[in-house]
Nanobody
């Protein structure tokens, strides 16, 4: 069973920063676009940021200029650096691996991010 292991969530005051990490098996990481999603209570899961195998990134409008996604193929890890956090960023954040071949996608267990006002 493929496991994506996330870490780095927590409680932070508005304006603060957090960095989320997600480690994936090498054979999955090398084939995958890597994404971070989030889901707030009562809301649908939404794409926050993604980075493809070539390092090209994309962001939700709500986080542009505040969040940065990056990946390291030597460490098989993707990070989400979050700055200028707002209470509306509070959610469970999920790492996602979307391989460019096959139909399977893989999810981490989720990590809670809580931003207090």
């Amino acid at each position: 069973q493929v496991q994506l292991v996330e870490s780095g969530g927590g409680l932070v005051q508005a304006g603060g920063s957090l960095r989320l990490s997600c480690a994936a098996p090498g054979f999955i990481f090398s084939l995958s676009d890597m994404n971070w999603y989030r889901q707030a209570p009562g809301k649908q899961r939404e794409l926050v940021a993604g980075v493809d195998r070539g390092g090209r990134s994309k962001y939700a409008d709500s986080v542009k200029g505040r969040f940065t996604i990056s990946r390291d193929s030597m460490k098989n890890t993707v990070w989400l650096q979050m700055t200028s956090l707002k209470p509306e960023d509070t959610a469970v954040y999920y790492c996602n691996a979307d391989p460019v071949v096959g139909e399977s996608v893989y999810w981490g267990q989720g990590t809670q991010v809580t931003v207090s006002s």
